[in-house]
């Protein structure tokens, strides 16, 4: 199957009564760009035409290389924008060097437009008309209705698609026709046809643009026309069409099943509908980012990869919109996580602020949320459900959503310190109602609370939450940092919190051994000055082991498995004895193992490297 596309934009005319126009040649360049330069094309690029403010000479040569020089097509299509209007019964084209008083001969008629085709073999022509006046066109319709264009074998079929009624004027925004922007959209697959079918045909295509342009009440009308067709009309690609029958990309995505990001999503169809269907914890988000992770390698360039996250993040992010809880936020730190390794390329920067943009909505309405119901009720926070108290809801997992309450509003700073009056009134609220929940319980805190006391110190608000980290001290000393290990199966919490309450030894099988919770109270206590309060104890903590991972750059940091870094693991009263002496040797391994600048860090760099902390928990943001 042969197509060729001409594309005629004039926005230069040389007549003094007709104004030059400022998007017509964009509306040529856009169509053209869609049909002939994308994914989806079925149009050859060396048989397709661009013109611009062309001459009428110009035109017909174009028309006479395309139907009559090379072999002929099986479908052509015409665009045009610009100047358009009826004279005498007749609809011309305008075009750089036309007279409206001698139109006859200097405008281009679609009566010898539908004579040169019809002198051709062409079987099926589509011509699309941005300009004012359109639907008078269908004076020229008559010039078809001849047994000798029309109704013969082998005659032509051609479909219509004019932008505006004989007496409306064709509209546009931002410099592009309204009748090209959603033409556009439908056919690059920004917005969808309701049709799986595997081409999509221009008639069909303006019902569905006429209809839009009615129910918005636009003050142009669009409309279609389609004679004598047999077999199929076929105008473009459809980008929705997809080859399995059971599940679409668009089921649980943005992404039109035809494009190439497409193609390889479904490979990762069955995972993607299965988390779309089912995402109830954080184990389900790190699944996720799993998943596109693995999709996202297997495309073939980054701005494939941003086309993929934000297709299928916007979706997932959509579904789960209505519920008010971290979800979101977790939803948009595995994809920020996904984009580290490419906030070198510009898309990926875009694109990571604007989910980071995404990510200030959400926060902030779960800090209002939150905010409103503590008020409401102090006791929000607690599980009532059930006869009594929930032992592990609000001894285990209590402690540890206080944390990630602290480590998200935190993470919000960096990209709104607007938000901090807002959640200085939570931290207000928390202090009131529930100081004795500020408990070290398990080594998923790491990451919130690091990042929590890292981002106050930095934006020079230490004071605000000193006596927060005091009480994290206090408590981590009070049970000699025995903390759950990362990751303790839910069978086990039980156990580890009756050995934490009654016994003096928590079993090795449920701690953390080493502690990087522990580690980062140090570090943040060294910031904070209260260092040489918790020296005066640490005797405690004599023979634990603690642990840090740096780094050796950025670009790593969002993987699963960091190749490049170190391990960093001391043991109190062996390798320091004091938070000075801790915070002396991790400043001198990390200047000797990373080349991270901390100086040089972007917001953008220092919200993916929380976002990877908080999705996979085996890491502390040591940046902020």
């Known amino acids: 199957m042969k197509a060729y596309l001409v594309a005629i934009g004039c926005d230069d005319y040389q007549s003094e009564t007709l104004n030059d126009l400022s998007g017509a040649e964009n509306d040529a360049s856009a169509v053209y760009d869609v049909l002939v330069d994308s994914e989806y094309s079925i149009y050859e690029t060396e048989s397709s035409f661009l013109l611009k403010s062309p001459v009428i000479s110009d035109v017909k040569g174009t028309l006479e290389e395309a139907l009559f020089d090379k072999e002929c097509p099986d479908i052509f299509t015409l665009f045009f924008a610009g100047h358009g209007g009826v004279v005498n019964g007749t609809y011309y084209l305008c075009l750089n060097e036309t007279k409206t008083d001698r139109m006859s ?15 051709s073999e062409v079987k099926h022509v589509n011509l699309i008309i941005d300009a004012c006046n359109t639907a008078g066109l269908v004076n020229d319709l008559l010039s078809l209705i001849k047994p000798e264009l029309m109704g013969a074998k082998g005659s032509f079929g051609i479909s219509i698609l004019a932008a505006a009624a004989s007496d409306e004027y064709a509209g546009e925004i931002a410099g592009q026709g309204l009748l090209t922007g959603s033409l556009i959209n439908l056919i690059s ?5 309701n049709s799986d079918v595997e081409f999509l045909d221009l008639v069909n295509l303006g019902r569905v ?5 009615i129910q918005e009440g636009s003050d142009q009308t669009p409309s279609s026309w389609g004679m004598n067709l047999y077999g199929p009309s076929i105008f473009s690609k459809n980008p929705y069409h997809s080859q399995d029958a059971t599940i679409s990309t668009h089921d649980f995505s943005f992404i039109p099943p035809a494009s190439r990001v497409g193609m390889v999503l479904l490979n990762y169809k069955d995972d993607l509908w299965g988390l779309y269907d089912d995402l109830d914890n954080i184990e389900g988000v790190r699944d996720f980012l799993e998943v596109i992770r693995s999709a996202g390698e297997a495309v073939d360039n980054t701005d494939d990869l941003v086309t993929l996250l934000k297709g299928v993040g916007y979706r997932f992010i ?3 919109s209505p519920e008010c809880d971290f979800k979101q936020l977790e939803l948009i730190n595995a994809i920020s996580t996904v984009l580290i390794p490419y906030l070198s390329n510009e898309k990926a920067r875009v694109a990571c602020s604007e989910f980071m943009a995404l990510f200030k909505f959400y926060s902030v309405r779960l800090l209002d949320d939150t905010l409103a119901n503590l008020q409401e009720d102090k006791y929000y926070l607690i599980n009532k459900d059930g006869a009594g108290f929930d032992v592990l809801s609000n001894y ?3 402690s540890i959503r206080l944390s990630k309450l602290v480590g998200y509003f935190s993470q919000l700073l960096l990209v709104d310190e607007g938000s901090s009056e807002k959640i200085s009134a939570f931290l207000d609220l928390v202090r009131k109602d529930y100081s004795a929940h500020l408990m070290v319980i398990s080594e998923e805190q790491a990451p919130y609370l690091h990042s929590f006391f890292g981002i106050y110190h930095v934006l020079g608000k230490g004071d605000q939450v000193k006596d927060f980290l005091i009480s994290y001290m206090r408590d981590y000393i009070g049970c000699s940092g025995q903390v759950a290990a990362l990751n303790l199966p839910t069978e086990n919490t039980l156990k580890f919190l009756i050995q934490r309450y009654t016994q003096n030894k928590v079993d090795i099988e449920y701690k953390s051994n080493p502690s990087s919770l522990g580690a980062s109270l140090l570090l943040q206590s060294n910031a904070y000055g209260i260092g040489e309060d918790v020296d005066s104890v640490l005797h405690v903590l004599d023979r634990h082991s603690f642990h840090l991972f740096i780094p050796g750059d ?4 969002g993987e ?3 190749e490049n870094g170190f391990n960093l693991v001391l043991r109190c009263g062996s390798d320091f004895w004091t938070c000075k002496d801790f915070n002396d040797i991790v400043k001198e391994h990390f200047d000797k193992y990373t080349e991270v600048d901390l100086s040089s860090l972007s917001s953008i760099e220092k919200f993916s490297c929380v976002a990877s902390s908080f999705v996979q928990p085996d890491r502390i943001p040591l940046m902020v």
């Open 105 to 119: 001969f200097t405008g281009l008629s679609l009566t010898e437009i539908f004579r040169i085709v019809s002198s």
């Open 189 to 193: 697959g920004r917005e969808k046809v």
């Open 209 to 213: 643009i006429s209809t839009k342009f």
């Open 318 to 320: 959509e579904k789960f």
């Open 396 to 398: 285990y997992y209590l």
């Open 554 to 557: 950025i670009g790593q940091f």
């Open 560 to 562: 699963k498995v960091i």
